[in-house]
């Protein structure tokens, strides 16, 4: 992977993403990096096999999986601070201010959802399905924050139900819907501020 120029204009920190890329891949959750030279900015991972939605047929296997993924990545201790989303978000914003919705989903987010590893990308495209599991690439936004958050992923990107989500996972719907909202916002502004930059 061939760092971009402006990466960390975006949030990106990639002494922070090889430390947690080292400490899941340890864990059997992300492959193995090889080589990873943040001076010059490029990291070479271990190639994976498999694919990249499992047997298509089965839905509830590939939910299965992303559940174990998920917990498992909750556990791993990278001795990090706990992201704050709200400076995240204002990194991206023109004028640093949110809604009232916003600011009243992350006040939820902040006082009601625990606190662990996260991916925040966990999309379909950054998910591999081997055979002994599934298993995550491009950890570039990865951070101790809120494990709902990934959560919200599943249902924003994978477009599964929110209650399923909810439910498999023990959280509160409530908590996982403001999650999603927060989600969608922090999508919107990353596109919108990684089109300035001339990123995408």
Request: hydrophobic share 45%; glycine share 6%; net charge negative.
């Amino acid at each position: 992977r061939l760092d971009a120029p402006q990466a960390s204009n975006l949030g990106v920190d990639r002494a922070q993403e090889h430390l947690i890329h080292r400490a899941a891949a340890a864990k059997g959750l992300a492959p193995e990096c090889l080589v990873a030279d943040l001076e010059h900015g490029f990291m070479v991972t271990r190639f994976i096999e498999g694919g990249r939605f499992g047997k298509s047929s089965d839905a509830n296997s590939r939910l299965n999986s992303l559940h174990a993924l998920l917990l498992k990545l909750q556990e791993v201790d990278v001795g990090l601070n706990t992201l704050d989303y709200r400076s995240h978000l204002a990194r991206y914003s023109n004028d640093g201010g949110f809604s009232t919705q916003i600011s009243e989903c992350l006040d939820h987010l902040e006082t009601a959802a625990d606190v662990g590893l996260c991916h925040h990308d966990p999309s379909p495209a950054n998910v591999v399905f081997t055979a002994s599991g599934a298993c995550l690439i491009d950890w570039e936004y990865a951070a101790v924050g809120r494990p709902v958050m990934d959560l919200a992923a599943l249902v924003c990107e994978w477009k599964l139900e929110a209650n399923k989500i909810a439910m498999k996972f023990d959280v509160k719907m409530s908590l996982l819907l403001d999650a999603c909202i927060i989600y969608q916002e922090m999508c919107r502004l990353w596109e919108s501020a990684a089109r300035d930059l001339h990123m995408i």
